[in-house]
C-alpha cells in the first residue's frame, strides 16, 4: 500500500485522517511541530516526526522517505488572528506550503491532498456555494488558502504533479469509538466552545448576532463531522493514485444549521441550559453558508454520514461525561 506523509497528523482534524489512513492499510507518517498537534492523539502504528514546515532540510529529509502522498494540513486557521498578524499566517500558510512543495518537487513526490477551506468564497453571490463559485476571501486566512490553491495549480501545470483541494465547511465532531481524545487548544469555532460552557470550562459563550434575516435571527452553517472529512482525505488519496489528476472540492452536508439550533441541539444533548448571551455581530460574518457538495460524491464517491446535529454533537459531548 502507498505511503502517505500526513503534515500536521497530530491536530484534530489531522489525527482523524491518519485514523482513517491506518484503518484503510496506507503506511502513514505523521510530520507535526507540536504547536497545536497533540502527543494523545498520535497512533503507535504511524511514524512520527517532530519537526517544522519552515524547516526546509526536515521536509526534505522526511520527502526522501519514499513518500507516495502527502496530506497538508498545517496551515494556522483561525480567522480573527490572521487579521491582527497577517505575517505570521503569511509565513506559516504562504511559506511553510511553498516549502512543502518544494520539498515534494525535489523528492519525485507527485501527489498533495491540501486542506483548504470554504473562507476562500467569502461573502456568498449565490446559495448553495458550488465549486464555481467566484473566490473573494474577506479574511487573510481564507487568503491564504486560496494562494495555496493557486500554488498548486501552477505547479501542476509547470510539473509532473496533481493535488486534490478539499474545501471544507465547518468541521466539528469526534470520533465516536472515542480513539481520539485530544481537544483542540483554545478553539475558536462554535461547537467546542458551546462544549467547554456545557462542561464548566467557560461561564458563559457569545452568539454573535440575533437579528439576521434567517428564520431565527442567528448566522447559519455548515457543519460537517471531522470522521467524514477523513473518509474524504482517503478517498482523495485514492482518487489521485488512480487518476493522477487535480481536482477541488466542496466538503459539506450542503444544509445550514443555524447557531440557535446548534445551542438547542447542545441543550438536548447534556440535558441542561448552557449559559449564553448575545453579543454585536461579527464583522465579515454572512447570515448564511453551505456547501453544494455533489462534485465531491461525483469523484469521490463520497456522502457525509453524519447528518444530524445532535448526534454530532454527542461525539463530543461523550469526550466530556
Excluded at 166 to 188: C, H, M, W
Amino acid at each position: 500500500m502507498a505511503k502517505v506523509l500526513v503534515v500536521g497528523g497530530a491536530g484534530y482534524i489531522g489525527s482523524h485522517v491518519v485514523k482513517e489512513l491506518l484503518e484503510n492499510g496506507f503506511e502513514t507518517v505523521v510530520y507535526d511541530n507540536m504547536s497545536t498537534g497533540q502527543e494523545v492523539n498520535l497512533f503507535a502504528e504511524a511514524g512520527f516526526i517532530r519537526a517544522d514546515i519552515l524547516d526546509t532540510a526536515a521536509l526534505d529529509k522526511a520527502m526522501a522517505q519514499n513518500i507516495d502522498v502527502v496530506i497538508h494540513l498545517a496551515g494556522k486557521k483561525a480567522v480573527g488572528e490572521s487579521m491582527e498578524n497577517p505575517a505570521l499566517y503569511a509565513q506559516n500558510n504562504l511559506c511553510g506550503s511553498i516549502n512543502i512543495l518544494n520539498a515534494m518537487l525535489a523528492n519525485g513526490v507527485k501527489h498533495m491532498v491540501f486542506s483548504s477551506s470554504a473562507s476562500v468564497y467569502g461573502t456568498p453571490q449565490y446559495l448553495p456555494i458550488d465549486e464555481n463559485h467566484p473566490l473573494n476571501p474577506i479574511s487573510f486566512y481564507g487568503y491564504t488558502k486560496a494562494a495555496v490553491e493557486e500554488y498548486m495549480s501552477w505547479y501542476a501545470t509547470l510539473k509532473d504533479f496533481n493535488y486534490i483541494a478539499l474545501r471544507y465547511f465547518n468541521a466539528v465532531g469526534y470520533a465516536a469509538d472515542k480513539s481520539i481524545t485530544g481537544r483542540e487548544k483554545n478553539p475558536q469555532n462554535l461547537l467546542p466552545i458551546i462544549m467547554e460552557t456545557a462542561s464548566g470550562k467557560r461561564d458563559s459563550f457569545s452568539i454573535f448576532g440575533s437579528d439576521y434575516d434567517t428564520p431565527d435571527g442567528t448566522c447559519g452553517r455548515d457543519y460537517i463531522h471531522v470522521s467524514d472529512l477523513a473518509t474524504a482525505h482517503v478517498l482523495a488519496v485514492k482518487k489521485l493514485l488512480a487518476d493522477k489528476k487535480s481536482y477541488v472540492l466542496n466538503l459539506g452536508t450542503g444544509k445550514p444549521t443555524s447557531v440557535q439550533e446548534v445551542l438547542t441541539a447542545a441543550e438536548n444533548v447534556v440535558g441542561r441550559r448552557i449559559h449564553h448571551h448575545y453579543a454585536p455581530r461579527r464583522a465579515g460574518d454572512p447570515a448564511v453558508i453551505y456547501a453544494n457538495a455533489k462534485r465531491a460524491e461525483e469523484v469521490l464517491g463520497w456522502k457525509p454520514r453524519y447528518t444530524n446535529i445532535e448526534e454530532i454533537i454527542k461525539t463530543t459531548w461523550n469526550l466530556e461525561i
